[in-house]
């Protein structure tokens, strides 16, 4: 299994929907995800960081399964302001402050 | 506000000369990072610092280096410019607490080496 591992998409999605993507990772001692957002041609941002207990941030929901190894991003009533790639990011135990794993992303477009 | 910048924004140069892409931040994180973001890769990390005088190689570091000389930057060296390493290039910093913390990332610096 690869350390982080997203579906790449596209998504289309029509705005108003609700749509959620899924994240895997390998390594089960893993301790900090976060969901990073990138628009085309920018920065990474920090969208959210996932606690074990679930967090919510207005329409944005972030949920860790530690059993299945997975975290998930659900986005409520989709903006199309919200089209953007989304990253999940993992850190790697021990790996210090570098230790941090990029997913390839997964492409959101919210269509009209 | 505090921030963190790269330059150039853009770059074109040849196959073969030495490049240096600048990165500060004015956060006071002594944690700082380079990646390169590539079609179908993602973000790869090349260098990394812990804090002045610390450089520390990532998965990607062959032919690139870094130095760290004060807190607030952390300049990537192409020793010698190839078209492989033709990319995006990123900045970020995060603060002490090792990979718990969130890193901030730079604008960027899109390369192409010819």
């Known amino acids: 299994r690869k350390e982080v591992e997203q579906d790449p998409g596209p998504f289309n999605v029509p705005e108003g929907a609700t749509v959620a993507f899924n994240c895997t990772y390998s390594?089960?001692?893993?301790?900090?995800f976060f969901w990073y957002r990138q628009d085309c041609r920018k920065e990474p941002k920090l969208l959210m960081s996932?606690?074990?207990s679930g967090n919510e941030d207005g329409r944005f929901t972030a949920q860790l399964n530690r059993a299945s190894q997975y975290i998930s991003l659900l986005i409520r009533d989709s903006k199309l302001s919200d089209s953007a790639t989304y990253l999940c990011?993992?850190?790697?135990?021990?790996?210090?402050?570098?230790?941090?794993?990029f997913g390839k992303g997964t492409h959101l477009i919210i269509q009209p | 506000d505090a921030e963190i910048t790269q330059s150039p924004r853009h770059k074109i140069t040849e196959t073969g000369r030495q490049v240096t892409l600048a990165c500060h931040q004015t956060?006071?994180?002594?944690?700082m990072f380079w990646y390169r973001q590539d079609l179908g890769h993602g973000l790869r990390l090349i260098h990394y610092?812990?804090?002045?005088?610390?450089?520390n190689k990532g998965e990607v570091s062959d032919g690139y280096s870094v130095s760290r000389s004060n807190t607030e930057d952390l300049p990537l060296t192409l020793e010698s410019a190839a078209s492989s390493q033709t990319s995006v290039y990123f900045c970020?910093?995060?603060?002490?607490?090792?990979?718990?913390?969130?890193?901030?990332f730079g604008p960027g610096t899109r390369l192409t080496v010819l």
């Open positions: 996932v606690y074990s």
């Open positions: 390594n089960s001692a893993s301790q900090s």
């Open positions: 956060w006071n994180h002594n944690n």
């Open positions: 970020a910093s995060s603060p002490n607490g090792g990979s718990y913390n969130e890193q901030f």
């Open positions: 610092s812990y804090g002045v005088q610390d450089t």
């Open positions: 990011v993992v850190n790697r135990p021990g790996g210090g402050a570098d230790g941090l794993t």
